[in-house]
């Protein structure tokens, strides 16, 4: 069984927001693969899906970013899925828009999103599909804050629109047991 879970706020007012990056890549798998999120258990939407033979749950966290670890850990302990069979996907503001990145493990590199799974899950050695939204122009923590609640352009939209496409080809890898350096080597 494998875990992809895309990180965001919940509710109408963060829906388009680059801090939601995360549920939009889940969002546009899902459309590609006529899917919707139509459960709700351990404060998440999600979904289970055979696919390719594999037990997958499409999950979307309803704690907001900076809790996000208590809806994976649950899931991860109550389905007994391990570290290495969960991609989360989410924002970066370290790298430019649109651009793409998979890591096997690692550090939280900042995100509280990524903070708060390492602390629930008791691990770092899960897979990250992390998308950028690059820095605001003029970075206090005001900007940061306004930059990551702010929806995309219309030129931002079409960049994130690839980018989007390109990680459902990666959910797609991933679901069917490609190895985090493949993923890599092919992605990065």
Same mark, same amino acid.
């Given at each position: 069984?494998?875990?992809?879970?895309?990180?965001?706020?919940?509710?109408?007012?963060?829906?388009?927001?680059?801090?939601?990056?995360?549920?939009?890549?889940?969002?546009?798998?899902?459309?590609?693969?006529?899917?919707?999120?139509?459960?709700?258990?351990?404060?998440?939407?999600?979904?289970?899906?055979?696919?390719?033979?594999?037990?997958?749950?499409?999950?979307?966290?309803?704690?907001?970013?900076?809790?996000?670890?208590?809806?994976?850990?649950?899931?991860?302990?109550?389905?007994?899925?391990?570290?290495?069979?969960?991609?989360?996907?989410?924002?970066?503001?370290?790298?430019?828009?649109?651009?793409?990145?998979?890591?096997?493990?690692?550090?939280?590199?900042?995100?509280?999103?990524?903070?708060?799974?390492?602390?629930?899950?008791?691990? !770092?050695? =899960? *897979?990250?599909?992390?998308?950028?939204?690059?820095?605001?122009?003029?970075? /206090?923590?005001?900007? +940061? &804050?306004?930059?990551?609640? !702010?929806? =995309? *352009?219309?030129?931002?939209?079409?960049?994130?629109?690839?980018?989007?496409? /390109?990680?459902?080809? +990666? &959910?797609?890898?991933?679901?069917?047991?490609?190895?985090?350096?493949?993923?890599?080597?092919?992605?990065?």
């Amino acid at each position: 069984m494998k875990i992809i879970a895309g990180l965001g706020n919940p509710g109408r007012k963060y829906d388009g927001t680059k801090h939601n990056t995360g549920f939009m890549a889940v969002d546009h798998y899902l459309r590609k693969n006529a899917l919707e999120l139509e459960r709700e258990k351990f404060e998440g939407k999600y979904t289970k899906q055979k696919i390719n033979g594999e037990d997958i749950i499409l999950l979307e966290p309803q704690t907001y970013m900076n809790d996000s670890g208590r809806s994976v850990a649950q899931f991860a302990r109550f389905f007994k899925v391990e570290p290495q069979d969960i991609l989360i996907i989410h924002d970066d503001m370290d790298m430019p828009l649109g651009k793409i990145r998979i890591r096997a493990n690692g550090k939280s590199g900042g995100h509280n999103g990524i903070k708060s799974i390492i602390s629930d899950l008791g691990s !770092s050695n =899960f *897979n990250r599909l992390k998308i950028g939204i690059r820095h605001p122009d003029n970075v /206090t923590e005001a900007s +940061v &804050i306004s930059w990551v609640l !702010s929806p =995309f *352009n219309a030129e931002q939209k079409d960049l994130m629109d690839a980018a989007f496409e /390109t990680s459902s080809e +990666v &959910i797609a890898d991933f679901i069917a047991g490609k190895s985090s350096q493949f993923l890599m080597n092919k992605y990065n």
